[in-house]
């Protein structure tokens, strides 16, 4: 088969970093939906953009090169390269995960479930026809502060819409994909379907020995991944050294868990008929851990101290998710609050990655760890999410007496 031309367009170097950022976290969400859910046609479409982020590759490549023109540039530019080719290796990942559906290589159920209910996870909703949603925008619903929860892909009748935005208007009988925080689920599928949310149990006998260990492992790389990814563009939108080591440790534990996960599954084939059952399994593990060493190789840039072309932060901070970093003052209402309390997922629509505390990193901070004066926080959420974290957490302004 005769391959297709591919011909080089000029395309400005931030707009091109910024798509490939969002696109390939885009295809991550998408490829875990498409697992999670048995959805085919989400599947193909994380495929179809992996072919399209191959091309945003080829452009960045060549837009780079024609941009140096002195070694400061061209070392400059190393460190865009570094990242935009990390982001490509994200989306391969995914495209990884969406093969398990298309290859039809067996995820077990208890798995699938396990999934809806990691730190963060993807919920699947149909539109009542009575629902406050319908024919609003996204931008009027606000559901990122309203209920925790960002739209990521939406099914109408046999039409796919992926990474809607604030203008798409939601109709009744849509099928609704979301991202969030697991307390902010029972508020969005209330407000879709317009019934009380209650999580589908499932009684089952496990069929393999060891399934819930296997299980657990799977998703806490996930939740590593996914937290790599965010902790190495932290790192180098905010120059820390001490967070792209963390970076690095969680690369290395990834790799620990992906060799205990190997040793199960060889362990487990040798009492089986069809050892293929588990090959899903294995699958997931190697495009998780993939996604822990893209996040690295971000955070690398730092740590071999690469200067940072300005163009990354410009694209960090430009892209649909927002990394944001600040600082709990004495003042701020949250002192003294858990985060349980706070529920700052649901109210704010922002994810907390980590927290600073006297030198000490906290990562992924558990519901009972208080607020303190001094803390820094780094989130993630919408441009949305961002301003009201912002105003949840600055200080009260005391009113003049007018005289």
């Excluded at 209920?147 to 046999?158: D, E, S």
């Excluded at 949305?384 to 007018?402: H, M, Q, R, S, W």
């Amino acid at each position: 088969m005769k391959s297709k031309e591919v011909k080089y367009t000029p395309r400005n170097l931030k707009d091109t970093l910024i798509e490939m950022k969002d696109i390939s976290e885009l295809m991550v969400d998408l490829a875990y939906s498409a697992m999670i859910y048995d959805d085919v046609d989400i599947a193909e479409e994380v495929l179809y953009l992996e072919e399209k982020m191959n091309l945003l590759d080829y452009q960045m490549k060549i837009t780079a090169m024609l941009s140096a023109r002195r070694i400061e540039e061209a070392e400059e530019m190393s460190g865009v390269l570094q990242v935009a080719d990390s982001s490509e290796t994200i989306a391969n990942a995914a495209g990884d995960i969406a093969k398990i559906v298309l290859r039809d290589m067996g995820i077990p159920l208890e798995l699938k479930y396990a999934l809806r209910e990691a730190e963060e996870t993807v919920v699947r909703a149909t539109v009542n026809e009575k629902s406050k949603m319908v024919n609003n925008t996204l931008g009027d619903l606000e559901l990122d502060t309203e209920t925790g929860m960002t739209i990521i892909a939406l099914r109408r009748n046999h039409n796919w819409i992926y990474d809607p935005n604030e203008n798409t208007k939601i109709k009744a009988g849509d099928v609704l994909f979301a991202r969030g925080h697991d307390e902010g689920i029972p508020l969005f599928v209330g407000l879709a379907t317009g019934r009380e949310y209650s999580p589908k149990k499932i009684d089952y006998e496990p069929s393999l020995k060891g399934l819930k260990q296997a299980v657990d492992i799977i998703v806490d790389m996930k939740n590593m991944a996914e937290l790599s990814v965010g902790l190495s563009y932290s790192a180098i939108l905010f120059d820390n050294e001490d967070i792209a080591h963390e970076v690095k440790i969680l690369e290395s534990e990834m790799d620990s868990m992906k060799y205990e996960l190997q040793h199960w599954v060889l362990e487990t084939a040798k009492h089986l008929n069809d050892p293929s059952q588990l090959r899903g399994l294995l699958h997931l593990a190697n495009a998780s851990e993939t996604i822990s060493d893209a996040g690295y190789g971000i955070a690398d840039t730092v740590l071999r101290d690469i200067e940072t072309h300005p163009v990354i932060t410009l694209a960090v901070r430009g892209s649909d998710e927002v990394i944001t970093k600040l600082e709990v003052e004495d003042c701020s209402p949250i002192v003294g609050k858990t985060f349980k309390d706070l529920k700052l997922e649901t109210e704010t629509g922002v994810h907390i990655m980590a927290m600073k505390r006297n030198n000490r990193w906290v990562y992924s901070p558990s519901d009972r760890t208080t607020v303190q004066s001094g803390d820094v926080l780094i989130a993630r959420g919408t441009h949305t999410g961002e301003d009201a974290l912002i105003d949840v957490c600055k200080c009260p302004v005391e009113e003049e007496d007018n005289y």
